[in-house]
């Protein structure tokens, strides 16, 4: 990256087949503007996601990852985030403990017909981590 | 009030004797308790069915080889016991057998629990040369007075969980000035007064004394609190973990041991952590250096996801890292500090479900956006 260049951050997003995906299909499909820094992974429920997916991306040296599911009782397979909000709440208490910037971890809940606020969320943590700059994992050589 | 059986001899002493009682009579068919191997202080775990072998048998020696839940799940996974065993075992051990127990690891049927409060352990390097044996009547100086005795493992010196959960008989150690002349066991369920039942002693109502307790637990809070800090000034980010964690040699002999640890195939150790040159050229590309194996980092914050909302602060695996790497002390902190979300002691109760394993419709809004 040139110092000039404004730092553009790369989010990996999992994004649940039933809500979150369909948000984020619905948000592209209505022209609603948001950054470029998402990269998306579908999953079928965010249920799927186990945290440790969370580390490697991080320790891989991801900007931030961002995990969206069906609102809490909306969930297609009933339960399945209220599991991950559980396993959420604690990887990123891990983080919080360890010191590891627990704010590059964003847990969103993102129904089908919210485009909006899909884009919203991406905007706005996007935001958020430009500010927190570069993941610092992505230069070390201990991992 | 508990009712509590008084034996009128030296604490050790009067725990053999309800051992043997309880062999001999025929209430159990098995002791599991420490038991000498040899002179130097070599203790291990044994299961005794004969009165005549316990003679060399330890049950409040303060050293663990192993955590006593790991041994005694693999004693009931494949089947419970059938017949009646008595386990005398220190409260973490205990606690994390209930854990194993949660995981479909073992079963309580026809274990009875002897615990004790605890004074803790020496770490295990102090077993070898004798050092333990030395150390005895300091420890139970120290015990007697409510003290924690110099030298013990530092898990344990920070324990604030001293005291029995679920044990059927609980041994009065901390802060009890007269062991040397008897020995209180505190009969806290109904298995435990119809194991006691009949045996030579005077039987009372009792309590274990809270205001000496609750100093004890003072100063093991802290204890607790300096350990703490100390470590939160060293884990510092990425940077810091990567200092504490920069000698790890890889051995996973802190998860060999670990009792919440129970995976056969374990996640860090399968094929799909291994890298391929594929996993090297991209990583290379991107870093411009790599350590080999990679995968440190990741092994020990994936130990931390899967097993801290259980650890029990045992120890164990602090004790046989070989560069002495203060894993247990920072297991147990950011344990506590998960197992707080969700209101949870490991090993509390067999019936609390593991956090995970759950859900309540409406909480942790502080988590999601
Ligand atoms: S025991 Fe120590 S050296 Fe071995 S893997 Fe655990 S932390 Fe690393
Ligand atoms: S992580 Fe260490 S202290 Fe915690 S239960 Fe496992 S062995 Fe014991
Ligand atoms: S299907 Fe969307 S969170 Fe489960």
Known sequence: ?143 | MTKTLKINKNVEQGILELLRFLLDGGKVSGVFTLKRINKEGSVAYSLVTRSDELEDAVPLFPLMPVNAGKLLSRFSLRGKSNKPVAAVVKPCELRAFIELVKREQGSLENIFFISSTCGGVYPIEMAVDGAVENNLSKYWEAVKKGEIPAQIRPACRGCVEFKPYTADMTVDLVGSSDIDKRCMILLNTKNGEELAQDMKGDFLEKELDKKILDKFQNKREAERKKLFDEIEEKMKGLDGFIDIFGKCLGCHGCSKVCPICYCKLCEFESPDSEYKPSNYESDLKKRGGLKVPPGTVYFQIGRLDHIAISCVGCGACEDVCPVDIPISIIFKKVGESVQKLFDYIPGRDVKEEIPLLTFEKDELSEVED
């Open chain 1, 1 to 143: 990256m040139k110092k000039d260049e404004e730092f553009m951050p790369r989010i990996l997003a999992f994004l649940c087949n039933w809500c979150s995906y369909a948000g984020a299909d619905l948000a592209g499909t209505s022209r609603l503007k948001y950054p470029p820094s998402i990269l998306p992974i579908r999953v079928m429920c965010s249920s799927r996601v186990d945290p440790l997916f969370i580390v490697k991306a991080y320790l891989g040296g991801i900007d931030g990852v961002l995990l969206a599911g069906c609102h809490p009782g909306d969930c297609h397979y009933e339960k399945g985030n209220y599991y991950t909000r559980r396993r959420f709440a604690l990887i990123k208490k891990i983080f919080e403990e360890l010191d590891m910037e627990a704010d590059r971890l964003l847990l969103s809940w993102i129904s089908a017909s919210e485009g909006p606020k899909y884009a919203k969320v991406a905007t706005e943590f996007t935001e958020k981590i430009k500010k927190l700059g570069e993941n610092p994992a992505k230069n070390k050589i201990f991992l």
